[in-house]
RNA sequence: GCCGUGGUGGCGGAAUUGGUAUACGCGACGGACUUAAAAUCCGUUGAAGGCAACUUCUUGUGGGUUCAAGUCCCACCCACGGUACCA
């Protein structure tokens, strides 16, 4: 009679327990910690997507196998609930974000309960809590207190559909992340948090960590650093100087004409001297009324004005060159300005065609050099005065010090912009007095709390907090005048750039986190979530440690030594999964139908976590097939005294595989290993207790709900999460007899079973004795044998 | 364009890091059970040829190194991800 495994008593049954018994509590005084992080979700109106198990599955098995050996495990979870997608959902269902926030947790949290994750739901948080975001406006006071944070009016990215800025990390080839619109350039005044003050430490850190390398390409690309030299070119008959930057100055000789920005504050300077101000104003505007992606575009042929009556004075040969505003120099990149040697440089060599200036040669290298191409490469210095013959390399510093410049270096990375003129945020605490002037809000008044008397949070492109009266106006705090409040909000990943060290100490009310928390757990071991956050999160995060280490919180210098990032789960179809392409897979029917446990052991069996994979019903159909004979098999076992060393070495192979694996987040292969070791044990009726209990341990952390039922029924006492991690006998895992394939010629054509340990000479007589083998020997000469131990056998005829 | 990752059966993938390619799972086909279907169980399943034992071919394409290549080297093609005139 076959007993039917009931997923949906069973898994509640197991949760309750676990909860009960308060099994996933982390230690208050670890000795042997390892903190495990998961990327907490965002709680959108959708709820749970098939992805976010993927990744919280591998913490968990990783989690509950290193408790089982023995570590005190830090894994916690709770909610980035602040910022624009949950605002733009409530403002959709016409609720307060608030309402909704609460609403899409509880539905979260039911959802990630119902996979039995080992999470300590005692250190859940909630960024969008006053408790919470009380420390981010703390964090956001102590890099003013440290001179990280600054105001500045400035060309920032604009989103006409959110109606507030963006940061760079969140403009996405040229459109906003969230909502895929263009994205315009807006001249606001906008708060900054000083990361480039961090760059070159950011960048050099990078090698500490163990990341996978596309993933430090990425934020080392997205740090850019670059080494050059910023040089003055003096213009005529003018006390104005041009900087510029340039990681060329070996060809400053060849300098033909010089570029600016059109946003260039020079432009205006030199207002009264440009004698075709008109026309130089007109392309100003158009450039201006561009959206990022326009002036960005690919293969777009270049344009530009000459400044008509500037000229500028190359600084080593006092020659005279024109000066243009073009719009592919941007603004924001080291000065604003360039000098161009079409000579040695592929846009300036675009641009010097369709404008007709010179092409001067000042380096010659090896390679062939297209008259039709710039020249880029280094190679030997010529029309350079006395520097000619010189390596360009060498030339560089020499002609730099000729000129006058200094050797300087240039990130690409930005300081990131913080202000968003939306409800859903924690506010900037900062006040303005008409007598003080800008006042940070001092410590003791924290949190400045958001307002609830606002009707209406539809971005109008101004903050909806300036329509609430009671949160307007306020008295400065260091004269006692009327003054009134900053309207902005923080973009929310202020709040989830400290998040990790919060879940240490949720509760604390006199600081983000105590050192002896910070001390005890930090830093995270393991982090493991979407390679979507490589430049934005991940830097974020890091910028926060380093500035926490300088104000002397805590004394290392990373937060998150292993990173792993799971891959994209992809629709059946192979696509992403969207509502629009209908092929979106809901984990509370998968659950509902299948199981957690099997949700669990199909997501991880799908294939290496990284990797991005299409989801199968057929696949999740078969892990249920496999549990249910799992069931079936324990459901009426009973132990015995039965041993059978063939399957005792399968178990010890089987023990070392798991481990190996679960160490290095190869689930797919360890589920494999354990079907294996399942075939060979479903064939014995009765078992001593090791073959069983090992085996229903390793299988716990996969199918905990499963694995516990199990393990009640055979009669055992306490929770199997509880276990010792079963350890392998490699004497045991060794095979006395193996199996070894004999090629000739190095083709396959026979298998032989031999003792191990045999001897080279011995197994050639063996082999040659064989009649498999003197059918192909017969009448050649052995010109070789090779003989690879435990491996295979080559031998090679004449 | 540049940077990165990857191309293995009908599908997801495995391969001890240079040593029996296709483990494990899905699907498909055949059989058992059933009035029938589903579920379950047993068997077959890379391709081609042969009644057969067996033979030949096969890891994106083309070369190379080696006793031996999915794995190493060179060239190319394709897919995915990142980036976007960064001077």
């Known amino acids: 009679m076959n007993q039917l495994y009931n997923h949906r008593e069973i898994e509640k049954k197991w949760q309750d327990k676990w909860d009960n018994a308060q099994v996933f509590k982390s230690a208050t005084n670890p000795k042997n910690k390892k903190y495990v992080l998961d990327m907490f979700p965002y709680p959108s109106g959708s709820g749970l997507h098939v ?45 307060h974000p608030k309402v909704s926030t609460e609403q899409n947790i509880k539905n979260f949290t039911r959802q990630v309960k119902s996979f039995g994750f080992c999470y300590d739901w005692e250190r859940e948080i909630n960024t969008s809590s006053p408790e919470y975001y009380k420390w981010s406006q703390w964090f956001f006071l102590l890099l003013y207190k440290r001179g990280l944070v600054y105001k500045k009016k400035a060309p920032v990215n604009w989103c006409n559909s959110c109606n507030t800025v963006l940061a760079n990390e969140q403009v996405v080839s040229g459109k906003c992340e969230r909502c895929e619109s263009e994205v315009v350039k807006k001249d606001l005044e906008q708060w900054f948090f000083k990361v480039t003050a961090y760059a070159e430490e950011l960048l050099s850190n990078l090698e500490k960590l163990e990341w996978s390398d596309a993933l430090k390409i990425m934020q080392r690309n997205w740090i850019g650093k670059s080494n050059g030299a910023e040089i003055d070119f003096q213009i005529k008959d003018s006390d104005k100087l041009i900087k510029v930057f340039t990681t060329r100055p070996d060809t400053l000789y060849g300098a033909t004409y010089m570029v600016l920005a059109p946003e260039h504050s020079l432009v205006n300077e030199l207002k009264d001297k440009i004698e075709n101000f008109d026309e130089v104003a007109k392309y100003i505007e158009i450039t201006n009324k561009k959206s990022e992606l326009e002036r960005t575009e690919l293969n777009k042929e270049k344009t530009g004005v000459e400044l008509k009556g500037i000229l500028a004075i190359n600084p080593v040969n006092q020659k005279q060159i024109p000066v243009y505003i073009s719009d592919y120099v941007l603004g924001s990149y080291g000065t604003g300005a360039i000098m161009c040697v079409p000579a040695h440089d592929e846009r300036d060599f675009e641009f010097a065609k369709k404008f007709n200036l010179p092409i001067i040669k000042v380096i010659e290298s090896d390679e062939k050099f297209n008259e039709n191409n710039a020249m880029e490469l280094s190679g030997t210095m010529i029309n350079s005065e006395e520097f000619n013959g010189m390596k360009s390399e060498e030339a560089k510093e020499k002609i730099t010090r000729r000129a006058n410049g200094k050797l300087t270096t240039q990130y690409k990375i930005r300081d990131w912009l913080v202000s968003r003129q939306r409800y859903w945020g924690a506010p900037i605490p900062i006040i303005y007095c008409d007598t003080c002037g800008t006042v940070p809000v001092p410590e003791k008044d924290l949190p400045v709390l958001l307002p609830d008397d606002i009707s209406d949070f539809r971005p109008t492109g101004k903050s909806p907090l300036e329509t609430s009266p009671s949160f307007k106006n306020v008295k400065c705090p260091i004269c006692g005048k009327d003054a009134r409040r900053e309207y902005d909000t923080m973009d929310g990943f202020v709040d989830n750039s400290w998040y990790y060290y919060r879940y240490l100490d949720p509760k604390n009310e006199q600081e983000f986190c105590s050192k002896d928390n910070i001390k005890n ?23 926060f440690t380093k500035v926490l280490r300088d104000a002397g919180y805590l004394d290392f210098d990373e937060p998150f030594l292993k990173l792993i990032n799971q891959g994209l789960i992809l629709g059946e179809d192979g696509q992403k999964m969207s509502k629009s392409r209908g092929n979106v897979v809901n984990p509370d029917e998968v659950v509902n139908e299948y199981g957690a446990d099997s949700f669990r052991m199909y997501e991880m069996f799908m294939g290496p976590l990284e990797d991005s994979k299409p989801w199968s019903t057929d696949g999740i159909k078969g892990q249920r097939r496999f549990l249910d004979k799992v069931f079936q098999y324990f459901y009426n076992f009973q132990y015995g005294e039965n041993k059978d060393d063939k399957l005792l070495n399968l178990l010890n192979k089987t023990i070392k595989k798991v481990s190996d694996d679960i160490e290095n987040f190869r689930f797919n292969t360890a589920i494999s290993s354990l079907m294996i070791y399942f075939r060979e044990l479903s064939k014995f009726e009765k078992l001593s207790k090791e073959y069983i209990d090992n085996y229903i341990i390793m299988l716990s952390c996969f199918a905990p709900h499963l694995a516990e039922e199990i393990w009640e029924k055979l009669g055992n006492k306490d929770f199997v999460c509880l276990q010792n991690w079963p350890k392998y006998n490699a004497e045991l895992a060794r095979d006395e007899k193996i199996k070894l394939p004999i090629q000739i010629n190095g083709k396959l054509r026979d298998t032989i079973e031999v003792d191990a340990e045999i001897d080279e000479e011995k197994l050639k007589q063996l082999i040659l004795s064989r009649e498999k083998i003197k059918k192909y020997a017969d009448g050649h000469e052995v010109l070789k044998f090779i003989y690879v131990k435990n491996r295979i056998c080559n031998i090679i005829l004449k």
């Open 51 to 95: 992805g976010h198990p993927e990744g919280y599955t591998a913490t968990d098995i990783y989690c509950r196998y290193l408790k089982m050996s023995g570590f005190d495990v830090m894994h916690p979870m709770g909610w980035d609930a602040f910022g624009l997608p949950a605002e733009n959902y409530a403002i959709k269902m016409g609720v």
């Open 521 to 543: 757990w930090m830093p995270v071991d393991t982090y493991v979530g979407g390679s979507e956050h490589a430049v934005g999160h991940l830097v974020y995060s890091r910028f």
